[in-house]
């Protein structure tokens, strides 16, 4: 016999759409099946209709024969041959009628009954557990979207509980189903073939029978034949019968699994996973607008392919593409309030699609992936390979720094210190884009957090007046902003520093801020410190929101290089000299994200290192003073862009506040 068609049990649980696609395949087997059942049924019950109307046609004879003593004819002597021969003709007519009833119950019991027997039984359990497997089906979906909109910010551990639990009940409910749906199905393909050929066989061996008691007209040749057509249903009956005992000990191990596979985020604690995937499949939200302020979520079915990002709906043939991702870039993002939400950005910096996963573990897994995807390592010989080389290398030389104090050492050239004149006389083929080797040395350490946190300085100085831990006074800090002729407070986060070997152009700042988020992305750190970056026109200081504790302090003349990015406005970064303890300089670029745009930081630092121009010139400070509004203290004020359209003036300070 030919091989049989079958679901398989191992891809139960999963219920991914190309199982999906493959059961509407046996289901629609099973349909076309039941529709040719009733049928076949039909016929075979006209033909057993046909039997039982024949042994009443004998019969009725037999007592016809027999009648006809019994007629009072008018003209009846001589007919006692007649009558005899009739009681004969009825006799044989009775025996005929005894062997029709015969086949009538031989046909009833092995081609009638077998084929009600598998229309009741099997194609109404089929169809019974389909049902129930649509049911179970829908619960659990019900129960994940229940699941997924459960809030971030504030998280209920009791309703959290309550909710995974109501998804693990519909999720173990779905899968017994579908394995009792599935194996149901994959014996429906063996007894069909037995539903088709045991009714046959029941009826041409009552007609054997029958013709057999009445006249041998059958040869030996057609009894070999039906002993062979016997044999034939009895080795697929045995095939059933192992076939079943293999499906029901695979169920009760499929069954008897950990509850965490029914659990979602069952071990989000420590959970184990795979950096080094280059291909992912699984179910996630999908973000889609609506409206101009309206979302909704679907939950869909995401595959990997090539460096394509597939999405494939439930009973769906194949899959479509959502996004290519060559040179994209992922993110972990905060979305309406959603857990595991991560944003898929275009080579151009444009958003693209926003994305939750179900747990922990799938939310990393499928930034870790998508990653390796957009460096194009499935173009490699030996991609898993290239994927394993390029985390390692990555863990190595993009090492977060937890301390400012804890910088590590790394070897550079020694760079000549420009300042902003020599910034201004470069030539326009000095100017132009260098080399990312040449900006940044391979390997150079990354910082992640520029400061211990804010508790540390307060316990370190519980019992006196507070003291900053770079040696800044608070003192010293209120004279500075009081004789300082600027004054601008801006609302940023930290996202990292690295030491460059150049600050030619902006291009530096642009290459530490690609390596930074690299970084962050690489490592999954998606924290930031929030702090206060303070403009004046001496330095930068950065000042714990909390604390009011400077954190750390630039001269503004050490600021070489500051620029924010070209697509994502509020990112800013500067480079700044730096003097080491052997007598060198060395140059690092700070990367921040703001609140505002990072132009206006920028405008800040450029109008502070004017001012310090200035003041080496009275007349030129005057006529600086004259150009730019002044506060009611007499220190320079800076308009945001709405004043700058309308003439309005509004400080600063009052939309960079946290």
Not at 107 to 112: C, E, F, I, Q
Not at 455 to 484: H, V, W
Request: net charge negative; aromatic share 6%; proline share 3%.
């Amino acid at each position: 016999m030919p091989a049989v068609d079958k679901l398989l049990l191992e891809e139960a649980l999963q219920d991914s759409p190309q199982t999906r696609s493959l059961l509407s395949v046996f289901e629609e087997d099973a349909g076309t099946l039941t529709e040719y059942t009733n049928q076949l049924l039909q016929a075979m019950q006209r033909v057993y209709g046909a039997q039982n109307e024949m042994c009443l046609a004998t019969q009725q004879l037999s007592k016809q024969l027999l009648a006809y003593e019994k007629q009072h004819f008018a003209l009846g002597k001589g007919d006692e041959e007649v009558i005899s021969t009739l009681h004969y003709f009825s006799k044989v007519v009775d025996e005929l009628n005894i062997l029709h009833s015969e086949l009538a119950k031989q046909l009833a019991d092995t081609m009638v009954l077998p084929i009600i027997q598998f229309r009741e039984k099997d194609l109404t359990e089929v169809s019974t557990l389909k049902d129930l497997f649509g049911l179970a089906s829908h619960e659990h979906d019900v129960s994940m979207a229940k699941y997924s909109r459960l809030p971030k910010r504030k998280e209920n551990e009791k309703l959290k509980a309550e909710v995974a639990k109501e998804v693990a009940n519909a999720r173990r409910k779905q899968h017994l189903s579908s394995l009792q749906y599935y194996c149901a199905l994959n014996a429906l393909q063996y007894r069909k073939r037995v539903a088709m050929m045991e009714p046959m066989l029941g009826y041409t061996r009552g007609q054997i029978n029958f013709f057999k008691k009445g006249a041998e007209m059958f040869s030996k040749r057609m009894d070999s034949f039906l002993s062979s057509v016997s044999d034939m249903v009895q080795s697929i009956q045995g095939e059933l019968d192992a076939e079943a005992e293999k499906m029901r000990v695979s169920q009760q191990d499929l069954i008897a699994v950990n509850e965490s596979v029914y659990t979602p985020d069952s071990d989000v604690t420590s959970p184990v996973i795979n950096r080094n995937l280059i291909q992912k499949a699984g179910y996630l939200n999908l973000r889609n607008k609506t409206g101009l302020v309206t979302t909704t979520w679907e939950r869909l079915y995401f595959f990997t392919q090539g460096g394509n990002l597939m999405c494939q709906p439930r009973g769906a043939v194949a899959g479509g593409l959502i996004q290519d991702l060559d040179n994209c870039s992922v993110m972990a993002v905060d979305c309406e309030d959603r857990r595991y939400c991560f944003q898929i950005t275009t080579p151009t910096g444009k958003a693209g699609i926003t994305l939750q996963a179900e747990s922990k573990k799938e939310y990393e897994e499928w930034i870790c992936a998508i990653n390796n995807i957009s460096r194009q390592i499935y173009l490699t010989d030996n991609p898993e390979a290239a994927a394993i080389k390029l985390n390692q290398t990555a863990l190595q030389a993009v090492t977060p720094v937890t301390s400012f104090g804890k910088k590590h050492e790394v070897h550079r050239p020694s760079q000549n210190v420009k300042n902003m004149e020599n910034d201004k006389i470069i030539s326009s083929e000095s100017a132009g884009i260098e080399d990312s080797t040449q900006l940044i040395a391979p390997g150079t350490p990354i910082q992640l957090d520029i400061v211990l946190p804010a508790t540390e300085f307060l316990d370190q100085n519980r019992g006196g007046r507070r003291a900053n831990p770079f040696g800044e006074t608070e003192d010293s800090s209120k004279d500075e902003e009081e004789d300082s002729l600027l004054q601008q407070m801006f609302v940023v986060r930290f996202l990292g520093s690295m030491a460059v070997q150049s600050d030619a152009t902006s291009e530096v700042i642009y290459e530490a801020m690609r390596q930074v988020l690299a970084a962050r992305a690489i490592h999954n750190i998606f924290r930031m410190t929030e702090s206060h970056l303070m403009v004046t026109s001496k330095n930068l200081r950065l000042i714990d929101p909390q604390t009011q504790v400077t954190r750390t302090s630039f001269e503004l003349a050490t600021v070489t290089q500051f620029a924010a990015h070209q697509d994502n406005r509020r990112l800013i970064g500067f480079v700044v000299h730096l003097s080491e303890t052997l007598g060198e300089e060395s140059m690092s670029a700070y990367i921040f994200e703001s609140n505002t745009e990072g132009e206006k930081i920028c405008y800040a630092i450029s109008l502070g290192k004017e001012i310090i121009e200035a003041q080496k010139d009275p007349e030129a400070l005057a006529q600086l003073m004259k150009s730019v509004l002044l506060t009611n203290d007499g220190k320079f004020m800076l308009l945001n862009d709405q004043s700058e359209e309308d003439g309005t003036i509004h400080e600063e300070g009052e939309e960079s506040e946290a």
